[in-house]
């Protein structure tokens, strides 16, 4: 399930950002898609989930009440609206899709050994 990150950039802390996340060559609808960034130096780690029906998100505590994960089907878009941007938010970020839940989305994406491109995220005054 091949993905294409995009929406990164440079922001001063406090800022927004919209990350989005286009499926390549198949339907989002009914994949439970997440979204992991990689800080320099640090290990990749999953920061926010939704299901296939868009009716259930998760959300890391680093990140929950300022990041909104949303899916649009029309587009085959899934999005991550990042707001009060941290220094800390900086890394690439990455998504992924699968047919599993969000439930143990993380231990089931740390085996995963192909990851797209990523888009870069920096925040820093």
């Known amino acids: 399930l091949q993905v294409v990150e995009s929406g990164g950039g440079f922001v001063q802390p406090g800022g927004s950002l919209r990350l989005s996340c286009a499926a390549s060559?198949?339907?989002?609808?009914?994949?439970?898609v997440v979204w992991f960034r990689q800080a320099p130096g640090k290990p990749r780690e999953g920061i926010s989930c939704?299901?296939?029906?868009?009716?259930?998100?998760d959300y890391d505590d680093s990140v929950k009440g300022r990041f909104t994960i949303s899916r649009d089907s029309a587009k085959n878009t899934v999005y991550l609206q990042m707001n009060a941007l941290k220094p800390e938010d900086t890394g690439v970020y990455y998504c992924?899709?699968?047919?599993?839940?969000?439930?143990?989305?993380?231990?089931?994406?740390?085996?995963?050994?192909?990851w797209g491109e990523g888009t870069l995220v920096t925040v820093s005054a």
């Open positions: 992924a899709a699968d047919d599993g839940m969000c439930l143990g989305y993380r231990t089931r994406f740390a085996g995963k050994d192909s």
């Open positions: 060559g198949f339907s989002f609808d009914y994949y439970t």
């Open positions: 939704i299901s296939g029906t868009g009716d259930y998100t």
